[in-house]
Structures are given as C-alpha cells and as structure tokens.
C-alpha cells in the first residue's frame, strides 16, 4: 500500500513538474513566431481549423494576461481548462471519492462534451472564427 502511494505521490510531482515547465516555455516563446511548436496537421492538410486550433497561441496570451487575446485564438480553451482539472481531479481520487469520479465520468458529462466540442469545431470554420 505504501509503495502504491508513494508511486502515485510520485506522479503527481511529475506531472506538476511537467506543466510548470510547459508553462514556462508557453511564456517565454511565442508560438506564433517560433518554429519550435508544431502546427495543427488537422488544418495543414484540410484548411479548416480543429477544435483546438489556436489553444498553443491562447495559453501564450493567457499568461501574459490577455484574455481577450486567448478567446480571440481560441474560445473554447478559457471553458475547457477547468473541465480538464475536474477529470484529473476524479481519477486521482477515485478510490477515495468514488461518487464524484463516477458523476464526473458519467455518460452525461461525455455526451456533454462531446457536443459541445463537436459544435465548437463545426461553428468556428462555418463562422471562420
């Protein structure tokens, strides 16, 4: 039980480790004008924009406070990020809080999601936005 836990303490500290630094290099380098950040394959090979085109720009803007900037490149990151911290707040207490991992996880939320990112991506190149 302890090694598990101590694994998971573990994990938790990388992935800590890893945004922070992912944070940093979004802050310091302008995806828009560096060669380093990969472009979006979905819109190089169709021209229309996925539903996370933008996002790498969007994070740039957001930390340096311009969140209008980050709507403008990406609307549906700003709704999308406490989403994402929701579902890894669930699975690394699951055990501890099973009802709210499995509300969390429930058919509904997917479905709900997966509408909202459908939508988002058909209304953003219908709307060219």
Known sequence: ?????????????IGILVV???LCVYFYFDPSDSAFFPKCAFFSMTGYKCPG?????AIHAMLHGDAL?????NAMLLPAIPVVVLLFVAEFNRE????????VNSRWMI???FIMVTAWWIGRNIADW
């Open 1 to 13: 039980m302890a090694a598990k836990s101590t694994n998971r303490r573990l994990f938790i500290a």
């Open 20 to 22: 922070l630094v992912g």
């Open 53 to 57: 085109c933008g996002s790498q720009r």
């Open 69 to 73: 900037g980050a709507i403008r490149y």
């Open 96 to 103: 501890r809080w099973p009802r709210f991992y499995s509300k």
């Open 111 to 113: 479905w709900g999601c």
